[in-house]
């Protein structure tokens, strides 16, 4: 008896089932074979779908330009916090501080010596211009006594010896005043020039000097976080010493293939995760799009079958578990729909009109020997994605079984 009764109940609910679920077009489905999806609202994300690198929005490698003196000191270490100017290191320059002690003396000594030299030059050249003037003067004499005694020799009034007495001292005169003209012109071109390129040359390596004295002091170029220290005490300051790294403005580090940069636009809102930071997401943004594909160590369009445009990603939220060097996953949003029906590609059907369908299961039985019963359900297609596709229609519902690969549909579209 109590057999019979569920028997009845369940011949009841069928025939109850099918007279509810009545279609403008119906076909039974085996229950065994089809394969359904429960349509309900959610949101739809066209989007691309790449992994990249954290890295720092600002990053500096610190070097020195002083190579030939050991670190003296180390002030920080990995993780610290440094500002602008702060001093990372200081180098050993005992030995370059007494080269500079000792450049300081000598170009006092050489300023000393030139000045002594520019006095001694213009005592001489006082001298040397007075020698003229006094020879001049004498020639000048000389010369008028000589003509004078040759108009009386002349008139017979003077003898040979005496012209001949005044020939000799004119001569003597001449000779005396070309020595000192001579004399004035080797003062005048006996400059301290040679003294004051000396002087300007020790001056060019004090300075040099000095500048080494202060590159000695390894400083901070940016505010940042120190992530790597090579500097090691008593040990050359030659090659990478320091890493400096913006860690609270991070950034992502990727690459679009050719085939979906087209779509990516500068400003576009990514959804970044992480392995170590589970189903946690973060919000970041589309900020740079390189104008070519990535090139080699050339400087020439690499040559690949899967051409790259690196691309930077900035995040917005700051989260100390967002560390530098972590490998993220990234969906960049092409655009977005929130709160709509879809389904995948292959539980849509077109007719030969074109007309766009869905089938909807009544799955009201579960044992293995019941038929389904499809209602079919015309839409109209919205926005894509790679595997969804947004439907349209008033007779849509939360809940309701879509079948996804219909058996007799005439074509599936995407």
Known sequence: MKKKIIIGVILAAL?????????TATKARDANTVQTFTLKKSNLVNSVLVSGTITSS?????????????????????????????????????????????????????????????ATNKYNLQNATNNVESSKLDLDNSKSSYDKVKMLYDEGKSTSDDLSKAELTLKKSQIAYDNATASLNNVKNKNSNASKNSIESQKAALEKQKQTLNNSKITAP???????????????????????????????????????????KVGQDVIIKSDSTGDKEFEGTVSKIAPTAAKDANGNTASSSNVQFDTQVTLKDKNPNMKIGMNVRLTIKLNEKNDVFSVPYDAIVADADGSQYIYVIDSTQKDSKSKDTAKKIKVEKGMETDMYIEIISTDLKDGMNIETNPKDSSKVTK
């Open 222 to 264: 940016i505010d940042g976080t120190i992530t790597l220290v090579n500097a090691k005490e008593n040990n050359s300051a030659a090659g990478l010493l320091f890493v400096i790294e913006d860690t609270d403005n991070l950034i992502v580090s990727t690459a679009i293939g050719e085939y979906d940069i087209a779509s990516v």
């Open 58 to 118: 600002d990053s500096k490698n610190v070097y020195s330009t002083v190579t030939n003196y050991p670190v003296k000191k180390v002030n920080f270490k990995v993780g610290d916090k440094v500002k602008t100017g702060d001093v990372l290191a200081q180098l050993d320059t005992t030995n370059l501080e007494l080269d500079i002690k000792q450049a300081e003396l000598n170009l006092k000594n050489a300023e000393e010596s030139l000045k002594t030299e520019e």
């Open 15 to 23: 025939i109850a089932g099918a007279f509810v679920f009545r279609p």
